[in-house]
């Protein structure tokens, strides 16, 4: 191997990746460009590219990062998560994914953003298992969403952080006007 060349290899996804710098990718490049460009991780979203928007949020070693201000270098050893390695059952992704209260509307709309968010609440729920609407909001504050789903994100992190403390059953349903949760019949359970 020449000089200029060597190996990383990042865990992504569960899955320990051979990268070799100076063929596959430029020392120069970010872990954003790795994963999307290179790899394929197409759920990772870079709009502005310069850390303002969260939309390239992935966890690293289980903290959540800005892809696109690392360098995919600095990824070697270490665990990679991409919405694409978190389970359909996740309860984040469920969360946003089922998440319509009334007078908060839902949690995705046009979705650009959506997957940043949720890797940001997993990192925040990570650090923060049980927090109020205000930490959400402040935990979540470097991420961009130009639908305005921002109250609906709110409540779709805090329905998870109680399905992840078991506080209410795993699947996550709506809450009712008054915080009742919406039954669950006709819901095939």
């Given at each position: 191997?020449?000089d200029?060349?060597y190996?990383i290899?990042p865990r992504?996804?569960?899955?320990w990746?051979d990268i ?5 990718i ?6 954003a460009?790795l ?11 870079v709009?502005?590219d ?5 939309a390239?949020?992935v966890l690293l ?24 390695g978190?389970?359909?059952d ?10 319509s209260?009334?007078?908060?509307g ?6 650009y953003?959506?997957p ?5 609440a997993?990192g925040?729920?990570?650090e923060n ?5 205000q930490?959400?909001?402040e935990?979540?504050?470097n991420?961009?969403?130009r ?19 078991g506080?209410v ?7 009712m006007?008054?915080?009742a949760?919406a039954s ?5 359970q």
């Amino acid at each position: 191997m020449s000089d200029d060349l060597y190996r990383i290899r990042p865990r992504i996804n569960g899955e320990w990746r051979d990268i070799l710098v100076g063929h596959d990718i430029r020392p120069a490049d970010t872990l954003a460009h790795l994963l999307k460009e290179k790899l394929g991780y197409t759920g990772l979203k870079v709009s502005c590219d310069e850390g303002a928007c969260g939309a390239c949020t992935v966890l690293l070693d289980g903290k959540a990062v800005l892809s696109c201000m690392m360098l995919a270098v600095e990824a070697d050893g270490r665990e990679v998560t991409t919405i694409e390695g978190l389970a359909a059952d996740d309860p984040v992704v469920t969360a946003f994914a089922e998440q319509s209260e009334p007078g908060h509307g839902t949690a995705l709309q046009c979705g650009y953003c959506t997957p940043g968010f949720v890797m940001t609440a997993k990192g925040f729920l990570a650090e923060n298992p049980d927090p109020t609407a205000q930490q959400i909001r402040e935990g979540l504050s470097n991420n961009l969403c130009r639908c305005g789903c921002y109250q609906a994100i709110v409540q779709a992190v805090l329905r998870a952080a109680a399905v992840m403390r078991g506080a209410v059953a795993g699947e996550c349903r709506p809450a009712m006007p008054g915080g009742a949760p919406a039954s669950s019949e006709g819901r095939g359970q």
